[in-house]
Every structure is written in structure tokens, then in C-alpha cells.
């Protein structure tokens, strides 16, 4: 089967598409044959070897997270999986595995998928879908009628967290781009501000929640616009502390099969977008990684397994 490894730590440019024999599915695991993966800017820091003292891997090391595909064996222990199920699931970040044709993962990291979801929105779904409702439910506690301010509102984290706010009851305010008004607007946002050419801190005070996946000056500028008991919730700074009497808190999604499982469900029942920003074959995953880089994409950016 074709894999996208690294042997050294680099650039996309490092990466190398190998030929190499599949694993064979433990007792507790399931192999699945990979159809669709989500490009996240972790696979970056995996590839460029800063997240090593938090997930060690070795090499050859076999990029991605985020996966979608159909069961093909189970091993002697899984139960509630049959072969041909369609499913969804996360592999371990020091694991890796999801840019390839086949991957072997716990059966407990899988959920299916509804006949109405493509491999590709499911595969795009893990990672950005559960660190937005962790970051607003989990950590950020949000409730009907707060306030909360997304930032860049069209990107992977942002695009649900702006539906899944606006559904709890929130009013949602968000920075985006120009170009993703119309976007932001259409997933839920009540209010939009053009990050480009006018400062969200000039303009908004005493919001509930932020939700912070740049960091950088614009969490340096997002503590002034929150009331006193509020949160700043960011995605990318695991040093971040409480100043005064605002709250703040870093998430860092690892995983959660019963978030996942209520998300696919919000998408069946026609609650939820899944927005895909391109899709690229396994050939090419390293320009699906040089535009997750790029830091411009809208929504979601996937590889299709090629054979």
C-alpha cells in the first residue's frame, strides 16, 4: 500500500509517498481502508518535529490523524463493527497513519458514518469538529444568550464553531476575510468584522467567550474585549493564564468518540456544513500540506486515498 512518510523531521517538501506492507489488526483493533483524510496544522508541527516532547514518534513515521474509510478486518476482541461499515476516527498523533491507503487503529476510536455524508466531510470532521466543541462547550461553557467572538471565522475550527455556537443560542461575532463574509454569514454569524481593515478591539466589549486559534497579537488583543468572568479560549498558546478576574484556558483535542459520534448526528438531521476547502489525491498530499501552511484555507483541506 502507498503511505506519506517522513524519515527527518522538515518541510512538506521532506515528505515521501512509499510503498510498504499494511499492518495486521491487533485484538482490540480494526483495519480500515482509507478513502478520505483532513489535512490539520498539527500533521505540520508533527512534520516539522515541534510537538516531539509531547508526541514522540519514530521514524518512518506515517503522517495524519483525521480519517474516513470502511472497515475491511476486526481483530479477535471488536465487537460492534462488521466488515464494509463506513466509519470515521482519529489515530493517535505519536501513531500517525491517515495519509495512506490502509491504516490498523483502536476499534474504540471509530464511529460509522450516515449514508448521506461523504468520506470526504466525515474525514474532515475529527480534529476541527471536536476541538470547536470543546473549546465552546467543554472549556468555554457556553450557554444561550452570551456573547462570543470566533476568530477567522472560514477556517477548519472556526467554520463549526461558528454553527455550533449559533445553534446553543449564542450571539456570534467573528473576524474573517472580505472574501469569507458571505460564508460566515451563512454558518450563523450574527455580526462579522474584517480583521484586515478594522480591529476588533476597538469595536467590541464585555463578550462572554473568545475562541483564539491565531494567537500572536490577536490574542494579545482579544483579553481587552471580554467582561470581567469571561474566557479566552485559545487553540494555539499552552502557556496561557488567567489575567485579573478573565479566565483563560488552552484546548488541545485528543479525541472523543461521543463528540464525534453527536456531530455526524447534527449532520444527518441537516444541522451542520461541512465546508471543504479542496481535495487532493494522495499523490499530491504535499500541496494539500503547503496550503494548510499557506494559513489561507476555507474550511477543510483533504486527501483522497489514490489506488
Known amino acids: 500500500m502507498k503511505a506519506l512518510r517522513i524519515h527527518e523531521f522538515g518541510t512538506p517538501s521532506h515528505t515521501i509517498l512509499e510503498d510498504i506492507a499494511p499492518a495486521t489488526a491487533g485484538p482490540d483493533e480494526v483495519t480500515v481502508r482509507i478513502e478520505a ?8 508541527k508533527m512534520l516539522a518535529g515541534h510537538m516531539q516532547p509531547v508526541f514522540p514518534v519514530s521514524f518512518p513515521y506515517t503522517l495524519g490523524t483525521d480519517f474516513a474509510g470502511v472497515v475491511e478486518t476486526l481483530g479477535a476482541n471488536v465487537r460492534g463493527f462488521q466488515p464494509g461499515d463506513r466509519v470515521v476516527g482519529r489515530a493517535g498523533a505519536s501513531t500517525g497513519g491517515a ?7 483502536p476499534a474504540n476510536s471509530l464511529c460509522r458514518i450516515p449514508a ?7 474525514a474532515a470532521l475529527p480534529t476541527s ?6 473549546a465552546l462547550f467543554g472549556v468555554g461553557k457556553l450557554v444561550a444568550g452570551q456573547r462570543v467572538l470566533i476568530h477567522a471565522a472560514a477556517g477548519g475550527v472556526g467554520s463549526f464553531a461558528v454553527q455550533f455556537a449559533k445553534q446553543a443560542g449564542a450571539r456570534v461575532i467573528v473576524t474573517a476575510s472580505s472574501k469569507n463574509h458571505g460564508l460566515a454569514k451563512e454558518l450563523g454569524a450574527d455580526e462579522v468584522i474584517d480583521y484586515r481593515h478594522e480591529d476588533f ?3 467590541l466589549r464585555d463578550l462572554d467567550l473568545v475562541i483564539d486559534p491565531l494567537g500572536g497579537d490577536t490574542a494579545g488583543r482579544s483579553w481587552s474585549v471580554l467582561k470581567p468572568g469571561g474566557t479566552l479560549v485559545s487553540l494555539v498558546d499552552p502557556t496561557i493564564a488567567p489575567r485579573g478576574d478573565v ?3 488552552f484546548v ?3 479525541g472523543d468518540t461521543e463528540v464525534l459520534q453527536g456531530i455526524t448526528k447534527l449532520f444527518e438531521a441537516r444541522r451542520l456544513q461541512v465546508i471543504l476547502d479542496s481535495i487532493h489525491p494522495l499523490d499530491d498530499a504535499r500541496v494539500a500540506l503547503e496550503q494548510v501552511a499557506s494559513g489561507h484555507a476555507r474550511g477543510k483541506v483533504i486527501i483522497r486515498a489514490s489506488r
Open 99 to 105: 495519509f495512506a491507503q490502509t491504516a490498523v487503529v
Open 37 to 44: 483524510a483532513s489535512v490539520n496544522p498539527l500533521d505540520l
Open 201 to 203: 478591539s476597538a469595536r
Open 116 to 122: 448521506s455524508m461523504s468520506f470526504e466531510q466525515a
Open 129 to 134: 469538529a471536536g476541538t470547536a466543541w470543546q
Open 247 to 249: 479566565n483563560a484556558a
Open 252 to 254: 488541545f483535542f485528543q
